[in-house]
């Protein structure tokens, strides 16, 4: 059996109780008066019994205190999953989004994510579900609109030509009711 990994010699006993009792992170209380027992005298399994975990716990514990400190025991936020989309396939759903469908190209009025989802997987080979499609889309700063089809080669100006006019300025009716007098 290996011999145990020694404790950086800057810190003692009493130090790190004074540190864990400024402490706010809860766990971090816990590992700095774990190894404070070890640096009392105490075994590397009392300091195990005293933070509630394993002897392998205790030893990444004391690598991470002899690494950067007290601060190496703070909790730190996990890094989670890889994204599904690079960067430029983000681009690409971005622009793709941005031009809109094209009815005779892909026989669709408005994009679903079922539709862009689909797209995704012919051209990049990127499997994504519609959940994580909407959640990309929304951090992109699109919404969830279900607006009015427009064809892709509408006029704008002749559809603006055809519109009636309304009234400019709305008047009070002149008759007023039987119950206001």
């Known amino acids: 059996m290996a011999a145990p990994f020694r404790l950086r010699p800057d810190f003692d ?24 027992a ?12 005293l933070g509630g975990v394993g002897l392998q716990t205790v030893r990444d514990w004391v690598l991470a205190f002899n690494a950067k400190g007290p601060d190496g025991l703070i909790t730190g936020k996990a890094p989670g ?9 983000r681009e ?23 539709d862009l989802r689909q ?8 499997s994504v579900s519609e959940q994580t499609l909407s959640r990309v889309l929304r951090a992109m700063g699109y919404r969830k609109l279900s607006a009015r089809p427009r064809h892709h080669a509408q006029d704008p100006a002749a559809a603006d030509a ?14 007023r009711r039987a119950a206001s007098r």
Not at 81 to 89: G, H, N, Y
């Open 13 to 36: 006993a009493e130090a790190l109780r004074r540190l864990a009792q400024a402490s706010r992170d809860p766990a971090q209380t816990r590992r700095l008066l774990a190894l404070s």
């Open 38 to 49: 070890i640096f009392a005298g105490g075994s590397r399994t009392q300091a195990a019994a």
């Open 81 to 89: 999953a890889r994204p599904r989309l690079t960067c430029k396939q």
């Open 92 to 114: 690409t759903l971005r622009a793709l989004v941005e031009q809109g469908p094209i009815p005779a190209a892909r026989g669709v009025v408005r994009w679903r994510l079922i």
């Open 119 to 126: 797209i995704l997987f012919e051209d990049h080979g990127v």
């Open 162 to 175: 055809i519109k009636k006019p309304s009234r400019l300025v709305w008047q009070r009716s002149r008759r």
